[in-house]
C-alpha cells in the first residue's frame, strides 16, 4: 500500500473509539490513517477488562451489526461469558464477557492491520492544521504533519492527564502512558467548552497471594452466550472462574481512616467521577449505613497472574490501599502489583456536537469517546464507529448518518449527549431507552445491517449471512404458521401438559407459542419437524417477535406519533429569550442545547410537553 500524501479521514488515538472509527472509515472505502501514541497499545483496555453488561451489550450488538471489531474481539478473548437479566424480558437482557486483555488488544490490532485502506503511525499529535475554519490535518510531536479531508479526534482520558494516588499526583495519560499536553493546549485556545471529569481504576492483585478458598467461586453460564453474530462458542479461549469477596467494617474503618489523603475529599481532584462506578471510598460515605461492599475477583487474562478486585476502585495513598485490600476475606496476604489511582481529564460539552458528531465550532473535526464526557469501552466504540462513519461520508461529500432513538442505543446515547450535555461520565443503561422493547441486543442487525451495508460498512461476509438469517427467521415464521394442531391429535396430547387449557380448537403453532408458559422448544418439533435444526439466533428471534407482539405493535404507534413531531426542525436562529411564555429556565437551556428539532427539544430536562406547544405556535406563527 502506497502511503497517500493526503487521506480523506485521520482518526487520533487508538483506543475504543479511534480504532472503531479507522476501522468503520476504511471499511467505507475511504483513505484512513490511525495515529496513537504507541501501537502497542492499540485496543488497550485502560480499566477492567470486560465488555458489555447492561445497556453496554446493546451497543456492542450494534457496532457488530455495523461490522465493527468490538463484539468479534471480545469472542476471540473472553474468559468467563454470561447473560445478565436472564430471567427478565428480552428488552433488559444483557451479554458481558470477562476477556483476556492480551487477546483482546491482539484480536483488535489483527483487525486494524489487515484492513484494507488503513494505515497506521506511531507518534503523539500535538496540533490541528485548520485552512478557513475546517480541520484538514495534523501535526505530530516531531513536525511531521499530515494532510486530511476530515479529522476525528479519540483522545480519551489523555488530554491535561493528572493522576492521582493520594496527595501526590503527575501528568500521566493513564499509568505508564504519557499525557497529551500539548494538543490540550490548543485545543481549550480554540472555542470549545472544556471542563475535567475523573476515573478511577483499583489496584491490581497477583493471584498467587490470594486464598481463594475463602472466596466465593462465580462460574460463567453452562450455555456461553456469544457476542457477536458472526461469533461462535469455537472462537472461544479457555473459560475460567471469578470470584466474590466483601469488604467489612475494618476495611471500611481504614478507608476512614485515611480520607485526610484522599485527594476526592480534600479537593484536590476538581473533575466529577463516575455515579454509577464509584470509588469505594465514595462509597463509604455515601452509603454509610452500609456495612459491607460485594468485590468481584476478575482475572485478567490466561497468561497472567494479575487480578481485577472490581469495586475497589480508588484513589487513596497506597499505605492505606495495601491495607485495605488486606483486610478482606482472601486477600490478608495480598501483593499488589499496581496501585490504584485517579485520573483528571479534559472533555469537552458533548452540546457543542451535531449529531453526526462533528464539532458545531470547526468543520471537518470529529469528538468521539470519552473526551465527549461518557465513560466506557462500548459507548467509545460506538461513538467511534459513528465519527468514523460521518468523517468518512464528509470526505465522500456524501449526507451524514444519524441514527434516531427508535432505531439504536447508539441514537439515544448521541442524542441524551447533545440535548442535554453532561456533567459527570455518562453510561449507557436500558433505562435512559424509551423504545427498549424495539431497542434489544437480541435484534441489533435486524434493525442496522441493511443500513450498515448501504453505508458500505458491511462486508459480503456478513450481509450473506445476514440475509441467509433474515430468510430463516420469514421461513421458521411461515411454517409455524401454517403447521396445525386438532384437539385429541397425538400433538395436542404432548402439548396440552405444558398448557393450562387444553387445547379445544384448531391451532397453528405460531397462535400456540403466543400462549404463556410456551417456549419455542416446546413448539419447534410438534409438526413436520426441520430436517435441520433451526439455528439459535433464528429461533430467538421468532420467539421473541411472537410473544411480544402487542407491546411492539404499541411501541411502534408511538414512535410514529413523535416522528411527525421529529420531522419538525428548529430553525438555529431561533432566539428563545424572546419567547413569551417560556419560563426563564428554560429560555436559557434551549439557547445552550439549540436542540435540532420539536423533539430533540421535548428531551431536554425541564422542558415540559408545554413549552412544545408554545414552541409549536411559535413556530407556525413564524411559518
Ligand atoms: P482511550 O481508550 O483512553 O484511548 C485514547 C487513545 O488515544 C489512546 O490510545 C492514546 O494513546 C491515544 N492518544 C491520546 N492523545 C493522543 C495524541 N495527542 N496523539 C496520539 N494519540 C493520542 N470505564 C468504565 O466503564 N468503567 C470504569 O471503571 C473505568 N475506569 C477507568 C479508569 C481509568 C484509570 C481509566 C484511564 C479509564 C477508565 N474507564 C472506565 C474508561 C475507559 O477506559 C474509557 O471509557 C475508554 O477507554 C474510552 O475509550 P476512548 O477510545 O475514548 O479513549
Same mark, same amino acid.
Given at each position: 500500500?502506497?502511503?497517500?500524501?493526503?487521506f480523506?479521514?485521520?482518526? =487520533?488515538?487508538? !483506543?475504543? *473509539?479511534?480504532?472503531?472509527?479507522?476501522?468503520?472509515?476504511? $471499511?467505507?472505502?475511504? /483513505? %484512513?490513517l490511525l +495515529?496513537?501514541?504507541?501501537?502497542?497499545?492499540?485496543?488497550?483496555?485502560?480499566?477492567?477488562?470486560?465488555?458489555?453488561?447492561?445497556?453496554?451489550s446493546?451497543?456492542?450488538?450494534?457496532?457488530?451489526?455495523?461490522?465493527?471489531a468490538?463484539?468479534?474481539?471480545?469472542?476471540?478473548?473472553?474468559?468467563q461469558?454470561?447473560?445478565l437479566?436472564?430471567?427478565?424480558?428480552?428488552?433488559?437482557?444483557?451479554?458481558?464477557?470477562?476477556?483476556?486483555?492480551?487477546?483482546y488488544?491482539?484480536?483488535i490490532?489483527?483487525?486494524?492491520?489487515?484492513?484494507?485502506?488503513?494505515?497506521?503511525?506511531?507518534?503523539?499529535?500535538?496540533?490541528?492544521? =485548520?485552512?478557513? !475554519?475546517? *480541520?484538514?490535518?495534523?501535526?505530530t510531536?516531531?513536525?511531521? $504533519?499530515?494532510?486530511? /479531508? %476530515?479529522v476525528? +479526534?479519540?483522545?480519551?482520558?489523555?488530554?491535561?492527564?493528572?493522576?492521582?494516588?493520594?496527595?501526590q499526583?503527575?501528568?500521566?495519560?493513564?499509568a505508564?502512558?504519557?499525557?497529551?499536553?500539548?494538543l490540550?493546549?490548543?485545543?481549550?485556545?480554540?472555542?470549545?467548552?472544556?471542563?475535567r471529569?475523573?476515573?478511577?481504576?483499583?489496584?491490581?492483585?497477583?493471584?498467587?497471594?490470594?486464598?481463594?478458598?475463602?472466596?466465593?467461586?462465580?462460574p460463567?453460564?453452562?450455555i456461553?452466550?456469544?457476542?457477536?453474530?458472526?461469533?461462535?462458542?469455537?472462537l472461544?479461549?479457555?473459560?475460567?472462574?471469578?470470584?466474590?469477596?466483601?469488604?467489612?467494617?475494618?476495611?471500611?474503618?481504614?478507608?476512614?481512616?485515611?480520607?485526610?489523603?484522599s485527594?476526592?475529599y480534600?479537593?484536590?481532584?476538581?473533575?466529577?467521577?463516575?455515579?454509577?462506578?464509584?470509588s469505594?471510598?465514595?462509597?463509604?460515605v455515601?452509603?454509610?449505613?452500609k456495612?459491607?461492599h460485594?468485590?468481584?475477583?476478575?482475572?485478567?487474562?490466561?497468561?497472567?497472574?494479575?487480578?481485577?478486585?472490581?469495586?475497589i476502585?480508588?484513589?487513596?495513598?497506597?499505605?492505606?490501599?495495601?491495607?485495605?485490600?488486606?483486610?478482606?476475606?482472601?486477600?490478608?496476604?495480598?501483593?499488589?502489583?499496581?496501585?490504584?489511582?485517579?485520573?483528571?481529564?479534559?472533555?469537552?460539552?458533548?452540546?457543542?456536537?451535531?449529531?453526526?458528531?462533528?464539532?458545531?465550532?470547526?468543520?471537518?473535526?470529529?469528538?468521539?469517546?470519552?473526551?465527549?464526557?461518557?465513560?466506557?469501552?462500548?459507548e467509545?466504540?460506538a461513538?467511534?464507529?459513528?465519527?468514523?462513519?460521518?468523517?468518512?461520508?464528509?470526505?465522500?461529500?456524501?449526507?451524514?448518518?444519524?441514527?434516531?432513538r427508535?432505531?439504536?442505543y447508539?441514537?439515544?446515547?448521541?442524542?441524551?449527549?447533545?440535548?442535554?450535555?453532561?456533567?459527570e461520565?455518562?453510561?449507557m443503561?436500558?433505562?435512559?431507552?424509551?423504545?427498549?422493547?424495539?431497542?434489544?441486543?437480541?435484534?441489533?442487525?435486524?434493525?442496522?445491517?441493511?443500513?450498515?451495508?448501504?453505508?458500505?460498512?458491511?462486508?459480503?461476509e456478513?450481509?450473506?449471512?445476514f440475509?441467509h438469517?433474515?430468510?430463516?427467521?420469514?421461513?421458521?415464521t411461515?411454517?409455524?404458521?401454517?403447521?396445525?394442531?386438532?384437539?385429541n391429535?397425538?400433538?395436542?396430547?404432548?402439548?396440552?401438559?405444558?398448557?393450562?387449557?387444553?387445547?379445544?380448537?384448531?391451532?397453528?403453532?405460531?397462535d400456540?407459542?403466543?400462549?404463556?408458559?410456551?417456549?419455542?422448544?416446546?413448539?419447534?418439533?410438534?409438526?413436520?419437524?426441520?430436517?435441520?435444526?433451526?439455528?439459535?439466533?433464528?429461533?430467538?428471534?421468532?420467539?421473541?417477535?411472537?410473544?411480544?407482539?402487542?407491546?411492539?405493535?404499541?411501541?411502534?404507534?408511538?414512535?410514529?406519533?413523535l416522528?411527525r413531531?421529529?420531522n419538525?426542525?428548529?430553525?438555529?436562529?431561533?432566539?428563545?429569550?424572546?419567547m413569551?411564555?417560556?419560563?426563564?429556565?428554560?429560555?436559557?437551556?434551549?439557547?445552550e442545547?439549540?436542540?435540532?428539532?420539536?423533539?430533540?427539544?421535548?428531551r431536554?430536562?425541564?422542558?415540559?410537553?408545554a413549552?412544545?406547544?408554545?414552541?409549536?405556535i411559535?413556530?407556525?406563527?413564524?411559518?
Amino acid at each position: 500500500m502506497d502511503f497517500p500524501s493526503r487521506f480523506d479521514v485521520i482518526v =487520533v488515538g487508538g !483506543g475504543h *473509539a479511534g480504532t472503531e472509527a479507522a476501522l468503520a472509515a476504511a $471499511r467505507m472505502g475511504v /483513505k %484512513t490513517l490511525l +495515529l496513537s501514541h504507541n501501537i502497542e497499545t492499540l485496543g488497550q483496555m485502560s480499566c477492567n477488562p470486560a465488555i458489555g453488561g447492561i445497556g453496554k451489550s446493546h451497543l456492542v450488538k450494534e457496532i457488530d451489526a455495523l461490522d465493527g471489531a468490538m463484539a468479534l474481539a471480545t469472542d476471540q478473548a473472553g474468559i468467563q461469558f454470561r447473560t445478565l437479566n436472564s430471567r427478565k424480558g428480552p428488552a433488559v437482557r444483557a451479554t458481558r464477557a470477562q476477556a483476556d486483555r492480551i487477546l483482546y488488544k491482539a484480536a483488535i490490532r489483527h483487525q486494524l492491520e489487515n484492513q484494507e485502506n488503513l494505515w497506521l503511525f506511531q507518534q503523539s499529535v500535538e496540533d490541528l492544521i =485548520v485552512e478557513e !475554519g475546517a *480541520a484538514r490535518g495534523v501535526i505530530t510531536q516531531t513536525g511531521i $504533519r499530515f494532510n486530511s /479531508k %476530515t479529522v476525528v +479526534l479519540t483522545a480519551g482520558t489523555f488530554l491535561g492527564g493528572v493522576i492521582h494516588i493520594g496527595l501526590q499526583n503527575h501528568a500521566g495519560g493513564r499509568a505508564g502512558d504519557p499525557p497529551s499536553i500539548g494538543l490540550a493546549e490548543k485545543l481549550r485556545a480554540l472555542p470549545f467548552q472544556v471542563d475535567r471529569l475523573k476515573t478511577g481504576t483499583p489496584p491490581r492483585i497477583d493471584a498467587r497471594s490470594v486464598d481463594f478458598t475463602q472466596m466465593q467461586p462465580q462460574p460463567g453460564d453452562d450455555i456461553t452466550p456469544v457476542m457477536s453474530y458472526m461469533g461462535s462458542r469455537d472462537l472461544h479461549p479457555r473459560q475460567i472462574e471469578c470470584f466474590i469477596t466483601h469488604t467489612n467494617e475494618r476495611t471500611h474503618d481504614i478507608i476512614r481512616s485515611g480520607m485526610d489523603r484522599s485527594p476526592m475529599y480534600t479537593g484536590v481532584i476538581e473533575g466529577v467521577g463516575p455515579r454509577y462506578c464509584p470509588s469505594i471510598e465514595d462509597k463509604i460515605v455515601r452509603f454509610a449505613d452500609k456495612n459491607s461492599h460485594q468485590i468481584f475477583i476478575e482475572p485478567e487474562g490466561l497468561t497472567t497472574h494479575e487480578l481485577y478486585p472490581n469495586g475497589i476502585s480508588t484513589s487513596l495513598p497506597f499505605d492505606v490501599q495495601i491495607e485495605l485490600v488486606r483486610s478482606m476475606k482472601g486477600m490478608e496476604n495480598a501483593h499488589i502489583t499496581r496501585p490504584g489511582y485517579a485520573i483528571e481529564y479534559d472533555y469537552f460539552n458533548p452540546q457543542g456536537l451535531k449529531y453526526s458528531l462533528e464539532t458545531k465550532h470547526m468543520s471537518g473535526l470529529f469528538f468521539a469517546g470519552q473526551i465527549n464526557g461518557t465513560t466506557g469501552y462500548e459507548e467509545a466504540g460506538a461513538q467511534g464507529l459513528l465519527a468514523g462513519a460521518n468523517a468518512a461520508l464528509l470526505a465522500q461529500e456524501k449526507d451524514p448518518w444519524t441514527p434516531r432513538r427508535d432505531e439504536a442505543y447508539l441514537g439515544v446515547l448521541v442524542d441524551d449527549l447533545i440535548t442535554m450535555g453532561t456533567k459527570e461520565p455518562y453510561r449507557m443503561f436500558t433505562s435512559r431507552a424509551e423504545y427498549r422493547l424495539i431497542l434489544r441486543e437480541d435484534n441489533a442487525d435486524m434493525r442496522l445491517t441493511e443500513k450498515g451495508r448501504e453505508l458500505g460498512l458491511v462486508s459480503d461476509e456478513r450481509w450473506a449471512a445476514f440475509c441467509h438469517k433474515r430468510e430463516a427467521i420469514e421461513q421458521e415464521t411461515q411454517r409455524l404458521k401454517s403447521s396445525w394442531i386438532v384437539p385429541n391429535s397425538v400433538e395436542a396430547e404432548a402439548i396440552n401438559p405444558k398448557l393450562e387449557t387444553p387445547i379445544s380448537h384448531e391451532y397453528n403453532l405460531l397462535d400456540l407459542l403466543k400462549r404463556p408458559g410456551i417456549v419455542y422448544q416446546d413448539i419447534a418439533n410438534l409438526k413436520n419437524s426441520p430436517e435441520q435444526s433451526v439455528d439459535e439466533q433464528v429461533s430467538e428471534q421468532v420467539q421473541i417477535t411472537v410473544k411480544y407482539a402487542g407491546y411492539i405493535a404499541r411501541q411502534a404507534e408511538d414512535i410514529e406519533r413523535l416522528r411527525r413531531q421529529e420531522n419538525t426542525p428548529l430553525p438555529a436562529d431561533l432566539d428563545y429569550s424572546q419567547m413569551e411564555g417560556l419560563s426563564n429556565e428554560i429560555k436559557q437551556k434551549l439557547n445552550e442545547a439549540r436542540p435540532e428539532s420539536l423533539a430533540a427539544a421535548s428531551r431536554i430536562q425541564g422542558v415540559t410537553p408545554a413549552a412544545v406547544s408554545l414552541l409549536l405556535i411559535h413556530l407556525k406563527k413564524r411559518a
